[in-house]
C-alpha cells in the first residue's frame, strides 16, 4: 500500500515551483473538441484529472500524445458522441463534454459525472441553461442523453455563479446561433481562462457590466496552442503549509493576482509577504493570529479549495478561529482526521471552530478527497512525531508531485511503498 510519510515540527524553509492548474486544464480540454485538428496545451499538468479527460477523449475518436510537458491533442477524428469510458464517473469535469460534445455534435450521452465526495453536487444549473438553448434530454441505463438540433443562443440567469454550469454554457454558446447571455456566471480565473482559450479559438465572448457573459455564436473555431496558467489552489496550499510550520518560503510561477482573498487572511495571521513578478516571498514566522470569521464564497470570495488548508494551519493558533463553508454542504471530511491529530475542531453547522492546541501529534491519517489530503499533508508538517497519509490518489487527482515540492520547500516527507 503507497503512503505519504511525513516527519513533522519543522518550519519549513527553500523554494518551489507552481504547477499549472487542474481547474483551468479541465475546461480547457473539454473545449478542445470544438475545433477540428490538433490543439496543443503547454505546460498542462500531469495530474490524473487531466489522464482521465484524455482517455474519454481518446474514446471519442481523438488522438492524443505527449510532447514533454506539453499535451498534444487531434480532434479531427472525434466522431463518437457515447462515453461509456470508466474514467467519466471518477471526476466531475466528464460533465463539461456535455457543452463541447453538443456544440460539435449536436449530441451527448454520459454517465453522471463523479468527484470528490464533498456534496450532492447535482448538474442542475447546467441541464436548466442547455434546455434553454434548446437541449433535450432523456435517461438512459443511467446515462443522461442530449441532444439538439441547433444550439439556440438565449438569455440565461443562473440560480447559483456555479463555475462548472458557466463553463459548460460558455462551451455550449460558442457555436450556436445568435446570441447568449449568461447573468450571474461564475467569476472564477479558470473561467476567465476558458474564455481566453475561446476566444483565441476565434469564439466572441466578452463581458457586460460585470455581471454578463455576453457569447456571439460563430460559425467554427480553430485549434490553437495555449499555455495553461499556474494553480492559484496549489499556491495557496503552499504557503498555508509555511504558516503551518511558521516557516520561510520563496514560491515561483505564482498567479499572485488571483489570491486576493487568501492574502488578505494571511496577513491577519501575521504572515509578511513580498511580492516580485510572478515569484512571492512568505515569512510565516509570525503569522501565528486566528481568524475570527473566515467564509468561503464564490470568487472572489476566499475559495472553498484552502478551506480545509487554512484549518489545518490554524490548528496551532494563539486564538480561536471559525471557517463558515458556505459553498458544499459536506466538505468536512479532512477535519476528523485532524481532530485524530489532536487538533480542537468541533463543527457546527456548516462551520469549523477551532480552538488553539499547544501541538499537533503524529499519527495515521486517511484522505477522502483532494484538498482534504493537502491539509492532512499540512497538519502533517506540523505535527511532532511521524504522520502518514493514506489516500494518495486523492492527491495525485490535483498535485502532480506534492512530495516533490515540499521537499523542495525543506519539508521532510515521502512516499512509501509498503508492499503487502
Ligand atoms: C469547481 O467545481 C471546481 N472543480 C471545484 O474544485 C471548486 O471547489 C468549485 O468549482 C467551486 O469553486 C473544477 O473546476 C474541476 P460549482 P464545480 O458548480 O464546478 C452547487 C477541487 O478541489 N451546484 O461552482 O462542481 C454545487 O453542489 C474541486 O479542485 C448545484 O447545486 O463547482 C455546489 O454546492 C473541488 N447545481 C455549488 O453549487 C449545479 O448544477 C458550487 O458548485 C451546479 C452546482
Avoid at 46 to 75: F, K, S
Avoid at 176 to 202: D, H, W, Y
Wanted: neutral net charge; glycine residues 10%; hydrophobic residues 40%.
Amino acid at each position: 500500500m503507497e503512503y505519504i510519510r511525513i516527519k513533522g515540527g519543522i518550519p519549513l524553509r527553500g523554494e518551489a515551483g507552481i504547477q499549472s492548474s487542474k481547474n483551468a486544464a479541465l475546461p480547457i480540454l473539454a473545449a478542445a473538441l470544438l475545433a477540428k485538428g490538433t490543439t496543443v496545451l503547454e505546460k498542462c499538468p500531469r495530474i490524473t484529472d487531466v489522464y482521465h479527460m484524455t482517455a474519454i477523449m481518446e474514446e471519442l475518436g481523438c488522438r492524443i500524445w505527449w510532447e514533454e510537458e506539453n499535451l498534444c491533442i487531434d480532434t479531427s477524428q472525434l466522431s463518437r458522441f457515447d462515453i461509456c469510458c470508466p474514467s467519466a464517473r471518477c471526476m466531475r469535469s466528464s460533465c463539461l463534454f456535455l457543452g463541447s460534445l453538443l456544440g460539435r455534435l449536436g449530441q451527448a450521452r454520459l454517465p453522471y459525472p463523479g468527484g470528490c465526495v464533498i456534496g450532492k453536487r447535482p448538474i442542475d444549473i447546467h441541464m436548466e441553461g442547455l434546455k434553454s438553448m434548446g437541449v433535450v434530454f432523456t435517461e438512459q441505463e443511467e446515462k443522461i442523453n442530449a441532444s439538439v438540433s441547433r444550439l439556440e443562443g438565449c438569455r440565461i440567469q443562473l440560480s447559483y455563479p456555479s463555475v462548472g454550469a458557466t463553463e459548460n454554457l460558455l462551451l455550449a454558446a460558442v457555436l450556436a446561433e445568435g446570441t447568449t447571455q449568461i447573468k450571474g456566471g461564475a467569476k472564477e480565473p479558470e473561467v476567465e481562462e476558458l474564455s481566453r482559450f475561446l476566444n483565441q479559438m476565434g469564439a466572441r465572448i466578452r463581458w457586460k457590466d460585470g455581471e454578463t457573459l455576453v457569447i456571439k455564436g460563430v460559425k467554427s473555431l480553430s485549434p490553437v496552442t495555449y499555455q495553461i496558467v499556474p494553480d492559484r489552489i496549489v499556491a495557496g496550499t503552499y504557503l498555508l503549509a509555511a504558516v503551518a510550520t511558521r516557516g520561510k518560503i520563496t514560491l515561483h510561477n505564482v498567479p499572485w493576482g488571483h489570491l486576493g482573498a487568501l492574502e488578505v487572511q494571511l496577513m491577519k495571521m501575521g504572515g509578511r509577504i513580498r511580492v516580485l513578478d510572478h515569484d512571492v516571498i512568505f515569512d510565516a514566522s509570525e503569522a501565528v493570529h486566528g481568524l475570527k470569521e473566515v467564509r468561503t464564497l464564490p470568487y472572489p470570495g476566499f475559495p472553498t479549495d484552502l478551506q480545509s488548508q487554512l484549518a489545518a494551519a490554524l490548528t496551532l493558533a494563539d486564538s480561536p478561529s471559525q471557517i463558515e463553508e458556505t459553498v458544499f454542504e459536506s466538505r468536512f471530511a479532512a477535519m476528523e482526521e485532524l481532530t485524530k491529530m489532536q487538533a480542537r475542531i468541533k463543527i457546527k453547522e456548516r462551520k469549523i471552530q477551532i480552538q488553539p492546541a499547544a501541538f499537533l501529534k503524529g499519527t495515521d491519517v486517511h484522505a477522502g478527497d483532494l484538498r482534504g489530503g493537502a491539509a492532512l499533508v499540512v497538519a502533517g508538517l506540523a505535527a511532532q512525531g511521524v504522520t502518514k497519509v493514506t489516500g494518495c490518489e486523492f492527491l495525485e487527482r490535483g498535485y502532480s508531485d506534492i512530495v516533490k515540492d515540499i521537499q523542495s520547500l525543506g519539508g521532510r516527507i515521502e512516499k512509501v511503498n509498503q508492499q503487502p
